[in-house]
């Protein structure tokens, strides 16, 4: 009888009818398991290896144990065992049990296992040639388990226990499939498949559509915090942020003209205000796909950005992966295959402003071709940070099984495309020489913190329930990995700037832009202003004015306050920077991550550490002048308004009048 286990290095091999499955250490206290319908694993010791998220892991050595019914493998604080059947079962370094598939079948009649319901635990539905639908099931045996990260969605939990996710990349959501469980394990499904992920209460189902192999890496560790940093080691950290980028970044949709740009900047340094970034926005070319300025309203880039700098600001400028069949790149990129493929009629992706496909971030030529476009027309005259927008990509209609990538088809590969969109510019700006590389992203996948990239939530409504949802999205992308987060301060659909129910949301989401990993205020705002011309950099128009000025002067009064307040905290703001690109620390986390102890740390969901030293408590509804606070136990806690002291442990009544959001310090500073 041939053996089912057999030991290759330090590999676990276990092969079975028509699969085979590796487990093999992957990091400390850390296992990668793969497993295919197949004798050969694709993509795995040859040229064409991949790792999708994981970057090659430290040596290691890694016990394995043999036997007749079933082996094992440990590393550190996390064993693997596989029973004859397949059944795998992760526990920590005490024996708990952390992990189990859900396997009902009537293989072994001994089992506890056994079933009529012949349901495996790893399920290989073919698609044709080599790729299959994939869904891996693990048991729900702990009804309190607490699961956290997958990056970010428009929905207001914080605990996604419960809660079913579509596992893909649109205008607003960000799928990072990584999870931190409450039980003291971490698991990352690394397949870039479009698919779905229930946390159920009896089962978890992952599931990759179109994939040729299920892969996924699993961690277990004493605190969220030595499970996070497990997972910054395997996948990556973000380069150091630099200076500029702890400051304050000022943007709208959209600054028409290079005159209008530099107005607003100077208005900023005439008032005494401090400002870091500003943008120049969208549809500021000659047409979508040439990466360059339209000189009818930016005549002299270079001149813009020498006089930026001697005020201290840095520009930033938009860049869209669209290529517009008009555009003189199309044709041949077109000829050179570095344009995302359709399976069924036109190339055309998405209409706007024009008939447009997207570059293929996936073609390593593809990449290099746009960022030699980039640098000759942005680079060379001075910009030094890109808004890499729209990087989903945001298709016209999301059907995944339409567009074809050089990496495969958008079904079983398109959630690594905007990790590949960032790597286009980040690669291209390293080999000029640049350190301290940050581009704004709109989307991100595991893995993409490693590329310079500070991911904002998208095109979101200017609403209360809107922020609500972005609190629960910046945390759960901390958790995922994703340490520089930032939103539309404000929203961005929807905000009048007459309107003085969107003053309070815009008051509201200021002071919470304060206590944010970065402070970004951008917005579409209301009554827009008509296009200047009928042609590239002139065909849209622009939302109203977006300035700290461009409200009411209690408005003003507040943003200076909380303006102020960003520069006394940018050193602070350097310091957590630092933590997460040496350890992968979230700037902003949930209370858990500090206070694991604390059973009540895990269930509160509106309010968050900023850093270790500082608790942040957004005032998330309208008309509310105080709210209810938890200071969690092991710490003292100061208000940072009044100097008043409190024990933790409890919950405290924090005022909050429109000026001022409730934070509390654990060292005992004060901003008055």
């Known amino acids: 009888m041939p053996a089912l286990f057999t030991k290759n290095q330090n590999r676990l091999v276990y092969r079975r009818d028509a699969e085979t499955l590796w487990a093999e250490p992957w990091g400390r206290n850390s296992l990668r398991v793969r497993a295919v319908k197949s004798a050969v694993m694709p993509y795995a010791d040859g040229a064409a290896k991949t790792d999708w998220a994981l970057l090659p892991p430290e040596p290691c050595d890694a016990p394995i144990a043999l036997r007749d019914g079933g082996a094992s493998i440990r590393n550190g604080k996390i064993e693997l065992r596989i029973s004859r059947f397949g059944q795998i079962s992760v526990f920590n370094g005490k024996g708990d049990l952390l992990l189990e598939e859900y396997l009902r079948s009537t293989g072994d009649t ?35 388990e607490k699961i956290y990260g997958l990056g970010q969605y428009q929905q ?26 409450s039980l003291g394990y971490g698991f990352l499904w690394n397949n870039p498949a479009v698919g779905r992920v229930c946390f159920g209460r009896n089962i978890t189902t992952w599931e990759a559509y179109s994939a040729k192999y299920m892969d996924y890496w699993v961690t277990a560790g004493d605190s969220p915090a030595e499970i996070e940093e497990a997972y910054a080691r395997a996948t990556g950290t973000a380069p150091l942020m630099p200076d500029y980028g702890t400051g304050f970044w000022q943007c709208k949709l959209r600054y028409q003209t290079q005159d209008e740009i530099l107005e607003v900047a100077r208005g900023y340094k005439k008032r005494g205000l401090p400002l870091s970034v500003i943008v120049v926005d969208f549809f500021h070319w000659t047409c979508q796909g040439d ?18 700098k ?12 669209t290529v517009d069949r008009r555009s003189e790149n199309y044709q041949e990129m077109l000829d050179r295959g570095y344009l995302i493929q359709s399976e069924r009629g036109p190339r055309i992706t998405m209409d706007f402003g024009g008939n447009v496909t997207f570059f293929d971030a996936t073609n390593a030529a593809a990449r290099e071709y746009v960022w030699e476009k980039a640098k000759k027309n942005y680079y060379e005259k001075g910009i030094k940070i890109f808004w890499l927008d729209v990087a989903e990509p945001e298709y016209q209609t999301y059907d995944f099984d339409h567009y074809r990538y050089r990496a495969g ?5 398109g959630n690594i495309y905007p990790l590949m969109y960032a ?28 590329y310079g990239a500070l991911v904002w939530s998208g095109d979101i409504h200017s609403s209360f329930e809107s922020f609500r949802n972005q609190l629960a999205a910046g945390l759960n992308m901390g958790i995922a990995g994703i340490p520089w987060w930032t939103t539309d301060i404000g929203g961005f659909h929807g905000g009048d700037i007459r309107d003085p129910a969107f003053h309070e949301l815009f008051v509201r989401w200021f002071q919470w832009g304060c206590f944010c990993p970065v402070m970004r205020l951008h917005g579409d705002r209301n009554p827009h202003t008509p296009p200047l011309g009928d042609s590239g950099g002139g065909m849209l128009g622009s939302g109203a004015a977006n ?17 102020a307040l960003r520069e006394k905290l940018r050193p602070y703001v350097k310091e957590q920077m630092k933590a997460a690109h040496e350890k992968g620390a979230p700037v902003m986390r949930p209370l858990f991550y500090d206070f694991p102890g604390d059973p009540q740390a ?17 005032v998330l509804y309208p008309g509310k002048t105080g709210r209810q606070v938890y200071l969690p136990a092991g710490a003292g806690w100061t208000d940072c308004w009044s100097g008043a002291r409190h024990a933790g442990g409890a919950a405290v009544t924090a005022p909050a009048p429109l000026d001022r959001i409730p934070v509390y310090s654990r060292n005992g500073a004060v901003f008055a």
């Open 110 to 144: 001994a089992a506890r296992t056994c079933s009529a319901l012949q349901i495996e635990g790893r399920e290989f539905k073919a698609r044709g040639g080599d790729e299959y639908a994939i869904k891996v099931r693990f048991e729900s045996r702990d009804p309190g």
């Open 156 to 181: 207001p939990f914080l605990n996604l226990k419960g809660v079913d996710l579509e596992l893909a990349q649109r205008n607003s959501q960000a799928s990072v499939p990584f999870a931190l469980s």
């Open 291 to 308: 990466w360059k300025f339209d000189p009818r309203y930016w005549p002299d880039p270079e001149g813009m950005v020498r006089e930026l």
């Open 310 to 321: 001697s005020m201290g600001v840095e520009l930033m400028v938009s860049v869209w992966p």
């Open 409 to 413: 088809s958008a079904l079983a590969t």
């Open 423 to 450: 790597q286009t510019f980040f690669e291209g700006m390293k080999r000029e020489g640049q350190g301290g590389i940050v581009n704004l992203v709109r989307c991100a996948w595991a893995g993409s913190q490693r």
């Open 547 to 563: 300035e700290v000025w461009s409200f009411t002067d209690e408005v003003y009064r507040i943003c200076e306050t909380y303006l």
């Open 602 to 618: 895990w269930e509160t969901e509106d309010e968050y550490m900023f850093g270790p030293d500082y608790l942040v408590a957004p």
